[in-house]
């Protein structure tokens, strides 16, 4: 049973519109969750991230939200630049020192 | 820094052939995990470190074994391919835990005819 869900395996936005990608979760006991970007032939590269004591972190163009009693997160990117083009992975866990959990990732492509 | 550093980055194995994957870290990193990344499947874990001496396993681990020597190296070991085993390799590290901000090595990209 997939804990991590990333409904939306792709999505296109036009450049300088917002995007927004979306994770909802099943497991009530993660409360840390943290977004990944991947380009193509390379690692993931962490992006942002929140904990369960807040409903919003930002960093700069970034935006993630967290609402807890619906188990779902999104981060907002805003404006969206041709470099964002990339594939978003959302990753949650339980503080516990228990591995991350990953969804299977939304690609996202940012049309100029 | 280096970072996380993997070898190869490209390897064609035959069914029932044996190798290693490797992986190394130069940030003193305690906490050290393999993932593998298939098509729709997202990042899966097949086994993870939390220092030397100290190896336990993840979701998907059969057909893998991992030693952890040293906190630096973190190799993967494939016993017999199988075609089920193609895939992208990742291996990561991070200083405070399993729990949080994971370094993400560049990949391997293994193909199993």
């Known amino acids: 049973d997939q804990q991590v869900k990333q409904n939306s395996p792709s999505l296109s936005v036009q450049e300088g519109r917002i995007s927004i990608l979306n994770c909802d979760y099943t497991?009530?006991?993660?409360?840390?969750f943290l977004w990944y970007k991947k380009y193509p032939a390379e690692g993931p590269t962490f992006l942002i991230s929140?904990?369960?004591?807040?409903d919003k972190n930002e960093d700069g163009r970034f935006t993630v939200f967290l609402n807890k009693s619906a188990k779902h997160l999104s981060l907002h990117i805003v404006p969206s630049q041709p470099g964002d083009s990339a594939v978003y992975f959302c990753a949650a866990s339980d503080s516990g020192n228990t591995p991350l959990v990953f969804g299977k990732g939304t690609r996202l492509s940012v049309i100029a | 820094n280096a970072g996380v550093t993997q070898t190869p980055k490209f390897q064609v194995l035959k069914t029932g052939q044996s190798m290693t994957l490797q992986c190394a870290q130069d940030m003193n990193h305690e906490y050290m995990s393999w993932y593998r990344q298939d098509p729709g499947m997202g990042l899966r874990l097949i086994h993870y470190s939390v220092g030397a001496g100290i190896t336990d396993q993840g979701e998907v681990p059969n057909g893998y074994n991992v030693s952890r020597s040293t906190t630096e190296d973190f190799p993967l070991r494939l016993l017999s391919a199988a075609p089920s085993q193609t895939s992208v390799y990742f291996c990561?590290?991070?200083?405070?835990?399993?729990?949080?901000?994971?370094?993400f090595g560049p990949g391997t990209r293994l193909t199993v005819l």
């Open positions: 990561a590290s991070s200083y405070s835990g399993l729990a949080v901000e994971q370094f």
């Open positions: 929140i904990s369960s004591i807040k």
């Open positions: 497991n009530s006991m993660f409360d840390y």
